[in-house]
């Protein structure tokens, strides 16, 4: 039993999940950032990106959050970049006036291919939280409102690298397999007769 443990070990380590990344804006500088601002593994572009402090809803305290500034508000298009292709995105939008505004997003993934989601049901000034939880390898993701003030952006969430296991995965848990056959077959037990 103990020669099995070694390779199943292997093969669990090999498919346990990354941890999530989390981008908050609350350890970056107020006001103006330019036009492209880089955290981690994200590059969020716009014409201007600008860090401010909200309060949103009922909150006693302002949270900090990015907006792409505009000449009536946050209403100009943020497009974010990952270094390497995501999995389980999601992040917050505060700021919609009212709940005919459309969140629309033109994803890129990894392989190239595009693909365009909308998202409707805001609230006058409440916190919203869009996922894309079920989408893997997203290079970059824009957002466009039709929003007359805009919307701002916090804690974007994600995993690094695609939900699929690489080749290198694939070969470890493989090889595992093949491990852990070799240690039953050894183990098998032969009947004499006398």
């Given amino acids: 039993m103990k020669t099995l443990i070694a390779p199943m070990t292997a093969l669990l380590l090999a498919a346990a999940p990354a941890s999530a990344t989390v981008i908050d804006f609350e ?13 981690g593994e994200a590059t969020f572009t716009a014409p201007t990106i600008y860090l401010a402090d909200y309060y949103v809803g009922d909150a006693p305290l302002p949270t900090r959050q990015l907006c792409s500034l505009a000449t009536l508000g946050c209403g100009n298009d943020l497009t974010v970049t990952f270094a390497v292709p995501v999995s389980d995105l999601s992040l917050t939008l505060d700021g919609a006036d009212g ?9 890129t993934f990894g392989d190239g291919t595009t693909s365009t989601l909308a998202f409707t049901g805001f609230a006058a000034f409440v916190t919203k939280t869009l996922s894309f939880g079920s989408l893997a390898s997203i290079k970059s993701v824009t957002f466009s409102t039709t929003d007359p003030q805009g919307m701002s952006f916090d804690n974007f969430r994600f995993n690094e690298g695609n939900a699929v296991p690489e080749p290198t995965t694939w070969a470890m848990m493989i090889g595992g397999f093949a491990l852990a056959g070799l240690a039953l077959r050894g183990r098998a037990t032969r009947i004499a007769f006398a």
């Fill in 99 to 107: 709940p005919a505004a459309i969140m629309s997003t033109f994803i």
């Fill in 27 to 39: 350890d970056q500088a107020l006001g103006y950032a330019g036009s492209s601002l880089t955290i």
